[in-house]
């Protein structure tokens, strides 16, 4: 079997959890692949025991310059794109954990202010924009932008600046001592700095149906505001979950799609009584309940054409069809290393006051993660300037001790 040349080649299975993850790492990393599943590609299974000298280990990652890897961990894969993990310096005034829209501008800011400033991101800067197939809704672009575009402008506008950036780095832990922040990372390396910004955002909560990993941003969307403009003419368009923000979305998305179908896990919908009503009665939708996804299918052009649901009840399966789905089942945020150190709400945002500060003396934090955010691309952009305001007025105070 022939392959691509030019490109890193992925020959692996759907129901392979390494080969999902090496997979969900080169996509966070925007980094361009070759996708071969054995099961429907069959024949390649004799390239990969050639590679593996007769064993069919997956996943098998073939590199353009030739080289391979064999079922490779996040830190092997990471040395062999080249990421920057470790920091040059020890000691910052300032480090910021998440290297999304907030993190980078609150870096610009600061960097400008002739601060030193490290970035550390666990996985690609740019958070969720960098992996939105399109934004329409930020300011300065009225034709939109690409997010990786505007990922990559942002993240070259903070390294103008110096701005120091790790890459596929997570963070383990945040300690304070003093005037002194402890930041430490999963590679085992600690630095220090007078004030620390958690910018870690929060994550869509994804069904985990088959295929869906494939269709992100080819069909599958977590924000209507985001890309419901691109479904203006559609037929029909699939909201997942029935609660606050299905319904709300759902309702946003009838001005493109011509009809909005809201599919809902148990047997009545979750939202508000007033949602509910408006829903029930818009001429342009339905709702089904008892109803779960049981898997995304693409097209010949490889993006979406019909999610299977599953009735929860019977146990029948039907196509539905929709050229997008939108997923509203909920937000997690990015904390779970900062449990028992900052106060947290009962979801697990971050508790600050009105100056971003949190419980810890020197942390702050700004964007998704921060309880009472909008999680809106541009009040991310809005909070990591004011925060960053907000630590340089910290920073002259601990000076002038």
């Avoid at 909201?239 to 799609?257: D, K, M, W, Y």
């Avoid at 809902?264 to 339905?286: C, F, I, N, W």
């Avoid at 309940?289 to 979406?304: E, P």
């Avoid at 999680?375 to 920073?395: C, D, F, M, P, T």
Wanted: glycine residues 10%.
């Amino acid at each position: 079997m022939e392959i691509a040349t030019d490109t890193i080649t992925v020959i692996g299975a759907t129901w392979c959890p390494d080969c999902r993850r090496a997979k969900d790492f080169l996509s966070e990393q925007r980094v361009a692949f070759d996708w071969i599943d054995l099961e429907q590609h069959p024949e390649a299974t004799e390239l990969v025991e050639k590679i593996n000298g007769g064993s069919r280990s997956i996943p098998t990652i073939i590199f353009p310059d030739g080289t391979h890897l064999i079922e490779p961990g996040n830190d092997e894969l990471a040395e062999k794109l080249g990421l920057t993990r470790s920091a040059k310096s020890s000691t910052y005034d300032v480090i910021i954990v998440g290297g999304g829209p907030t993190g980078l501008t609150a870096a610009i800011y600061a960097a400008r202010e002739n601060q030193s400033v490290l970035i550390i991101e666990k996985s690609a800067p740019g958070g969720q924009a960098g992996v939105t197939e399109r934004l329409d809704n930020y300011p300065g672009f009225p034709d939109g932008v690409a997010g990786h575009d505007l990922a990559d402008r942002m993240r070259r506008q903070a390294e103008n600046y110096g701005v120091e950036i790790l890459e596929a780095v997570a963070v383990n832990a945040i300690s304070a001592d003093g005037e002194w922040v402890t930041v430490t990372t999963a590679v085992g390396d600690s630095y220090n700095a007078r004030a620390v910004l958690v910018a870690t955002g929060s994550v869509y909560r994804r069904t985990g149906a088959d295929g869906e990993a494939d269709l992100i941003g080819a069909g599958i969307h977590f924000c209507a505001t985001c890309d419901g403009p691109f479904y203006r003419g559609a037929k029909e368009v699939l909201v997942i979950g029935g609660g606050n923000s299905g319904l709300e979305e759902g309702l946003f998305l009838t001005q493109f799609a011509d009809h909005v179908t809201v599919a809902e896990y148990s047997e009545k919908l979750a939202g508000s009584r007033l949602l509910q009503d408006k829903v029930l009665a818009h001429p342009k939708m339905t709702v089904v309940t008892n109803s779960k996804v049981s898997k995304f299918k693409a097209g010949a052009s490889g993006k979406l054409e019909s999610v299977e649901l599953e009735d929860v009840v019977s146990g029948e399966c039907r196509d539905h069809e929709a050229s997008g789905a939108f997923v509203f089942i909920g937000l997690d945020p990015n904390t779970s290393f900062l449990d028992g150190v900052l106060e947290l709400d009962d979801r697990g945002f971050i508790v600050s006051d009105e100056q971003f500060r949190t419980n810890l003396p020197g942390v702050f934090v700004a964007g998704d993660v921060r309880h009472g955010s909008t999680k809106q691309l541009a009040s991310a952009v809005g909070e990591g300037a004011a925060a960053s305001i907000q630590i340089r007025y910290h920073l002259d105070k601990v000076a002038a001790r």
